[in-house]
């Protein structure tokens, strides 16, 4: 760091931003970033390159110090993630959010996961990423194995836990089709933890780690391998190439694979969340690409309708979402596509998407009451269509979101949807705090022991 080497030489915004741009992700060299940027006088101009736009970010976060500044920051602009690295983690800028892993939020988490991936590795960090890795939903687990994965290439203890983990879930390197036989025993936990691990093995390999820490692992094998029929473990392939596509070597041939193994796809199966996860990196490399071409048309597609029962609704909810991702995307082709196609669910999309929610509260109860009561009584839900039953709920859980309703008790919500008439287990609580576990709960009671994994 040779522009920051004498504490008495004048440190300016365009010298720190060469430096942070040439950072090789050694700590000697983010403790020589800290320092500058601590020193940095206000420029009075905003930077003019993304560098200068990361250090102006890390300044403001020591002036008022405030590590937030540092995530709202990337969430604003995602360039700067990786270049905000080596201020993650400074005591200087301490009490970190991440350092009390089991009481932060799934919301918090996600601002942190993507910043940890260069960050300089601590105690607090090895834990958390660990902790998110292994305990969270899917919306945290995937940006926590990357993070795992890429953290582990420089970190011994890191990598350590990375090769047995890898060895526990598998034990002859990877095989031909996964998942196999050849798991050591463990059952639904051993295959749990498999799919974590394989896509943080692929961030490993992609960001250059030592591939003797992986016996048996390599990104031809991984490449190779098509689609399994489980969807949980095709989900986990996926999110293995998207970690190959930040790689500089692994990029080109996993971007490749995409659109054969979108092709291998079930119907009825989603991996939608990964799929908006790999549209977002191959922004950044091919936007015309055919793999693009090929996860838009999958996510577009209503393929909800064809689903069995119960994944309908998670297949509906996360279309949806889609939708929504579309919006925000400014992709008005591709939701007009979406908006042709929705069918039974076009009062869904409407509702979610289209910003089509009464505008005041006793609309929304018009259109709520009735639909609790459907989702509350075991005759009327058994006695409504299947493709009906999914926009129902779908329905039900966007009018749950109207701001106006979200502070009104629950429990008396739903005895006026019922004529008085109590629901078992029915919650208490507001709206906000406990409407969406109920209605989890009331779907359970029909379709028990199968989670949604959309939301």
Request: charged share 30%; proline share 7%.
């Amino acid at each position: 760091m040779t522009e920051l080497a004498s504490q008495t030489d004048e440190v300016t915004l365009e010298g720190l931003a060469r430096e942070l741009e040439r950072w090789d992700d050694e700590p000697a060299g983010a403790l020589a970033l800290r320092a500058g940027v601590r020193r940095l006088a206000d420029p009075r101009r905003p930077g003019a390159t993304v560098a200068e736009t990361a250090i102006l970010a890390a300044r403001r976060a020591y002036r008022d110090g405030d590590p937030q500044r540092l995530s709202r920051a990337a969430t604003r602009d995602p360039r700067l993630t990786e270049l905000l690295g080596p201020f993650v983690g400074d005591p200087e800028l301490g009490p970190w959010p991440f350092a009390d892993a089991l009481r932060l939020s799934d919301e918090n988490a996600a601002l942190w996961l993507p910043l940890l991936r260069r960050a300089v590795p601590d105690k607090a960090i090895r834990t958390f990423v660990q902790v998110m890795l292994r305990t969270r939903r899917r919306n945290i687990w995937m940006p926590a194995a990357e993070a795992f994965g890429a953290q582990a290439v420089r970190d011994g203890e890191l990598r350590e836990a990375l090769s047995e983990a890898f060895r526990r879930c598998f034990p002859g390197g990877l095989p031909e089709e996964w998942p196999c036989g050849q798991m050591v025993d463990g059952g639904e936990e051993a295959l749990r933890l498999a799919r974590r691990i394989l896509p943080a093995a692929c961030a490993y390999a992609a960001r250059g780690g030592d591939l003797s820490a992986l016996p048996g692992y390599s990104v031809d094998k991984l490449l190779a391998l098509s689609l399994p029929g489980d969807a949980a473990c095709a989900a986990a392939l996926l999110l293995g190439l998207d970690a190959l596509l930040g790689g500089e070597h692994t990029r080109a041939p996993a971007l490749a694979m995409i659109p054969r193994r979108i092709a291998e796809l079930p119907p009825d199966d989603w991996a939608d969340a990964v799929l908006r996860r790999m549209a977002e990196r191959i922004d950044h490399i091919d936007a015309g690409s055919e793999a693009m071409q090929a996860i838009l048309t999958r996510l577009c597609a209503p393929v909800w309708r064809d689903g069995r029962e119960f994944r309908r609704l998670d297949g509906l909810w996360s279309w949806l979402e889609t939708a929504r991702w579309l919006v925000e995307r400014k992709d008005t082709t591709a939701l007009e596509r979406m908006r042709a196609a929705a069918g039974a669910a076009a009062t869904a999309f409407a509702f979610r998407v289209s910003g089509g929610l009464p505008g005041d509260a006793e609309r929304a109860l018009e259109e709520l009451l009735p639909r609790l009561r459907c989702l509350a009584d075991d005759v009327l839900y058994d006695t409504t269509p299947a493709v009906r039953r999914a926009a129902l709920c779908a329905e039900t859980l966007a009018l749950l979101e109207h701001p106006e309703l979200g502070a009104l008790p629950w429990s008396k919500l739903v005895l006026r949807a019922t004529d008085g008439k109590r629901p078992a287990d029915l919650l208490e609580g507001k709206v906000t705090e406990v409407a969406r576990a109920q209605v989890l709960l009331w779907l359970d009671r029909h379709h028990p022991g199968v989670a949604p994994a959309a939301w």
